[in-house]
């Protein structure tokens, strides 16, 4: 028996829903398949011996910044360390971190410091909101929103430049705040970016990708810039880099990627 017209469209409701669904996960495919290499990703470029830096993670999942590594990364392990001088976090990662709709006005903050908890100890940052007042804005706004509270430091970069990437609640390389902004503020006109500098990370080729992903420079690196320009230096640590230098002493964990002595932020004050 010929099916009915109400079957009919049944069926061709079912079969729509088939392919909203494949297009979703097509879509995430694509997303999860870009080659968007974050600070931490050095190129050893072959007879040569230079390393290059490609990108900088730093964008949400909307798909309008989403900025997928090129491989998995791990959440910091729970797994205590041999020779780790710190705490391990007690937590890896945000689950569900708050999303915004619009990064703050540049300017909307007059903070000059601030102070970054960790586990491993605090590290007090000058802030530079005339040199960078967007990026100023944003990490004003988010550590007042305990944004960064329990958030791991993501990625560890030990040969070629010299940084620990922090600012992901999601531990992943591709959380951010919902939003994103740009251009880029304050790069260094040579590429050089000494101990202690505090920038954005982003989306590489994209300097309109900053989010919530931020490095922190424990030893002087060269970062080259690309088409989105280098990244926003928005403040200098002012004490506490030993902290960071702690972390990069104990290397990278197997996945080559985390810190293997796990950091978490557990907070951000600003003044």
């Known amino acids: 028996m010929a099916p009915s017209k109400r079957e009919r469209d049944d069926a061709r409701r079912r079969y729509a829903e088939h392919l909203r669904r494949q297009e979703q996960q097509a879509a995430a495919r694509r997303r999860r398949n870009r080659v968007l290499v974050a600070v931490g990703s050095v190129l050893a470029v072959a007879l040569v011996g230079a390393a290059v830096v490609t990108a900088v993670t730093g964008g949400d999942e909307d798909g309008t910044t989403a900025s997928p590594t090129p491989s998995p990364i791990a959440s910091p392990s729970a797994t205590p360390v041999a020779d780790n001088p710190c705490p391990v976090p007690e937590t890896g990662a945000v689950a569900d971190p708050p999303q915004f709709d619009a990064a703050p006005a540049p300017g909307s903050s007059d903070a000059t410091s601030a102070v970054i908890a960790t586990t491993c100890g605090d590290i007090t940052v000058e802030l530079l909101p005339d040199a960078a007042p967007q990026a100023v804005a944003s990490f004003a706004f988010l550590a007042d929103e305990g944004f960064f509270a329990g958030t791991p430091c993501h990625r560890l970069v030990t040969s070629g430049i010299f940084v620990l990437q922090c600012g992901d609640p999601t531990g992943t390389g591709t959380g951010g705040p919902g939003y994103s902004f740009g251009p880029v503020e304050n790069a260094p006109a040579d590429d050089v970016y000494p101990a202690g500098t505090l920038a954005m ?71």
């Open 201 to 271: 990370a982003r989306q590489g080729g994209d300097g309109d990708s900053n989010g919530s992903q931020f490095f922190l420079v424990y030893e002087d690196s060269s970062i080259p810039s690309d088409a989105g320009g280098g990244y926003t230096v928005f403040g200098r640590v002012t004490e506490g880099l030993d902290v960071v230098q702690t972390i990069a002493e104990g290397g990278t964990a197997a996945d080559g990627v985390a810190p293997a002595r796990p950091i978490s932020i557990e907070g951000v004050t600003t003044q």
